[in-house]
């Protein structure tokens, strides 16, 4: 027999109420970023690689460790992106969006990152981002969080998350708190755990990061970054948080809160989920006002989030049940001559948006054919025959709790549907 094929690790075939269940949240995010007026934006799935190494920084993870890069037939080098918000500065830049505008945009897609693949981390992953450019007013900072909170709220599960908050200033002020975390560092690197000995001279302030016991343990002595901002960045961050008292959303201020990519400035924020396991970063983001200059653009503020669909997912699985979007209605023509009669019945039925109709296709006993369709999980079974056809009737079985059936004038389908079934 010729081998089968599998997918590619980290690459994962979602099917059925799991698919359901990413396609409800990417539809809350779509409807509450719409309802405060944020228009879509789709980039393309590939850049060229230089997009993220200035973008992100060439030492973050993202970029050395993580891109898939390959040449394409002109040698030139590509990416598969993985994130998206250097590709919606280089668009706003491209399209020249940012100097008479300040558009509040919103995407949707797959990312690519060669992580090590665990429950709630994948090589593709899917993004709900907004980003806002042009402004560099606090509010808009809060904006952005006030929306992640709303759609936290309509998908039931702002009891599980929670917003941690940072203000890591200017790219000065981070400079001048890097040297100072080295020089404080450096005398006990040894006690350091491996990945942050290696950040040492990479990128120290992702030490800031460290999970590991020993490493939180010395940070705890450690030159704090907060003392490091200017007074501007300090205003600016008690500005935000005020925002977000005064809107009573709550909030952990987490001073170890640095973010993995180079491109951030001032207020960076992430949404934690309780009891999803290691992977627990629903949804983060921050500003980046230095990001359209380094892509070659004028100087432009910029702020934004990106959401973790399938993080977001593992959260709702424990609090929700969500049924799987398939079939209500199945309707099977009793011989190959009714079924011109089963498609104007199908079709009748489609007219309405909130019916799932599912015609039999195939012939076979009706026996058979009813078997499909207490498989397909709908409710009811609309049988089409030559007695059916002759007087524009159908026949109606439920399927499930009474299995009761009944002929009814086509013309009265509908309004049996939705007043006598309740459906
Ligand atoms: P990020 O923190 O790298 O930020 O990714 C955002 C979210 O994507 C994470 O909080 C997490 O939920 C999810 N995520 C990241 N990696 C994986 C993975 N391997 N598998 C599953 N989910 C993952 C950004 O990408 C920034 N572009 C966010 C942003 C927008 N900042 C400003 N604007």
Same mark, same amino acid.
């Given at each position: 027999?010729?081998?089968?094929?599998?997918?590619?690790?980290?690459?994962?075939?979602?099917?059925?109420?799991?698919?359901?269940?990413?396609?409800?949240?990417?539809?809350?995010? *779509?409807?509450?970023?719409?309802?405060?007026?944020?228009?879509?934006?789709?980039?393309?799935?590939?850049?060229?690689?230089?997009?993220?190494?200035?973008?992100?920084?060439?030492? #973050?993870?993202?970029?050395?460790?993580?891109?898939?890069?390959?040449?394409?037939?002109?040698?030139?080098?590509?990416?598969?992106?993985?994130?998206?918000?250097?590709?919606?500065?280089?668009?706003?830049?491209?399209?020249?969006?940012?100097?008479?505008?300040?558009?509040?945009?919103?995407?949707?897609?797959?990312?690519?990152?060669?992580?090590?693949?665990?429950?709630?981390?994948? *090589?593709?992953?899917?993004?709900?981002?907004?980003?806002?450019?042009?402004?560099?007013?606090?509010?808009?900072?809060?904006?952005?969080?006030?929306?992640?909170?709303?759609?936290?709220?309509?998908?039931?599960?702002?009891?599980?998350?929670?917003?941690?908050?940072?203000?890591?200033?200017?790219?000065?002020? *981070?400079?001048?708190?890097?040297?100072?975390?080295?020089?404080?560092?450096?005398?006990?690197?040894?006690?350091?755990?491996?990945?942050?000995? #290696?950040?040492?001279?990479?990128?120290?302030?992702?030490?800031?990061?460290?999970?590991?016991?020993?490493?939180?343990?010395?940070?705890?002595?450690?030159?704090?970054?907060?003392?490091?901002?200017?007074?501007?960045?300090?205003?600016?961050?008690?500005?935000?948080?005020?925002?977000?008292?005064?809107?009573?959303?709550?909030?952990?201020?987490?001073?170890?809160?640095?973010?993995?990519?180079?491109?951030?400035?001032?207020?960076?924020?992430?949404?934690?989920?309780?009891?999803?396991?290691?992977?627990?970063?629903?949804?983060?983001?921050?500003?980046?006002?230095?990001?359209?200059?380094?892509?070659?653009?004028?100087?432009?503020?910029?702020?934004?989030?990106?959401?973790?669909?399938?993080?977001?997912?593992?959260?709702?699985?424990?609090?929700?049940?969500?049924?799987?979007?398939? #079939?209500?209605?199945?309707?099977?023509?009793?011989?190959?001559?009714?079924?011109?009669?089963?498609?104007?019945?199908?079709?009748?039925?489609?007219? *309405?948006?909130?019916?799932?109709?599912?015609?039999?296709?195939?012939?076979?006993?009706?026996?058979?054919?009813?078997?499909?369709?207490?498989?397909?999980?709908?409710?009811?079974?609309?049988?089409?025959?030559?007695?059916?056809?002759?007087?524009?009737?159908?026949?109606?079985?439920?399927?499930?709790?009474?299995?009761?059936?009944?002929?009814?004038?086509?013309?009265?389908?509908?309004?049996?549907?939705?007043?006598?079934?309740?459906?």
């Amino acid at each position: 027999m010729t081998e089968t094929i599998p997918s590619v690790r980290g690459m994962r075939d979602v099917l059925f109420a799991d698919a359901s269940r990413l396609s409800h949240i990417e539809s809350v995010f *779509r409807l509450v970023l719409e309802a405060y007026s944020y228009e879509e934006i789709r980039t393309p799935i590939v850049e060229y690689e230089q997009l993220f190494k200035r973008g992100l920084g060439e030492s #973050t993870d993202a970029v050395a460790k993580e891109m898939y890069r390959f040449l394409d037939r002109d040698e030139k080098w590509l990416a598969l992106r993985p994130e998206g918000t250097a590709a919606v500065v280089r668009a706003a830049i491209q399209k020249n969006l940012c100097y008479d505008d300040r558009p509040r945009l919103w995407y949707m897609g797959p990312m690519f990152r060669y992580e090590r693949p665990q429950a709630g981390r994948y *090589r593709q992953f899917q993004h709900v981002g907004a980003e806002i450019l042009g402004l560099d007013d606090p509010l808009s900072d809060f904006e952005l969080i006030q929306i992640v909170t709303d759609v936290c709220s309509e998908l039931g599960i702002s009891d599980c998350v929670q917003l941690h908050i940072n203000s890591i200033g200017s790219s000065d002020a *981070r400079a001048l708190y890097r040297n100072k975390l080295v020089d404080a560092l450096q005398p006990v690197s040894h006690l350091l755990d491996s990945d942050s000995q #290696t950040r040492l001279t990479m990128n120290p302030l992702r030490i800031l990061d460290s999970k590991v016991p020993a490493t939180q343990e010395i940070l705890r002595e450690a030159p704090k970054l907060m003392d490091s901002l200017s007074v501007e960045s300090k205003k600016r961050f008690d500005k935000v948080l005020n925002l977000l008292e005064k809107a009573n959303i709550r909030y952990k201020l987490d001073h170890r809160l640095v973010r993995g990519l180079d491109y951030y400035t001032d207020t960076v924020f992430e949404w934690i989920g309780m009891g999803v396991g290691a992977q627990d970063a629903l949804c983060a983001g921050g500003r980046y006002d230095g990001l359209t200059t380094l892509l070659g653009g004028k100087p432009t503020p910029g702020v934004g989030f990106a959401a973790g669909i399938e993080r977001i997912a593992l959260l709702h699985e424990q609090l929700h049940e969500i049924e799987r979007s398939s #079939t209500d209605i199945y309707v099977v023509a009793m011989e190959e001559s009714h079924q011109q009669y089963a498609l104007e019945v199908a079709q009748l039925l489609r007219s *309405r948006s909130d019916i799932r109709v599912r015609q039999h296709v195939g012939q076979g006993k009706i026996k058979t054919k009813l078997r499909w369709a207490d498989r397909s999980g709908a409710t009811w079974v609309l049988i089409l025959g030559d007695n059916e056809q002759r007087d524009r009737t159908v026949t109606l079985k439920w399927l499930r709790t009474k299995r009761t059936q009944e002929t009814i004038p086509l013309s009265d389908l509908l309004t049996t549907l939705y007043t006598k079934l309740e459906f």
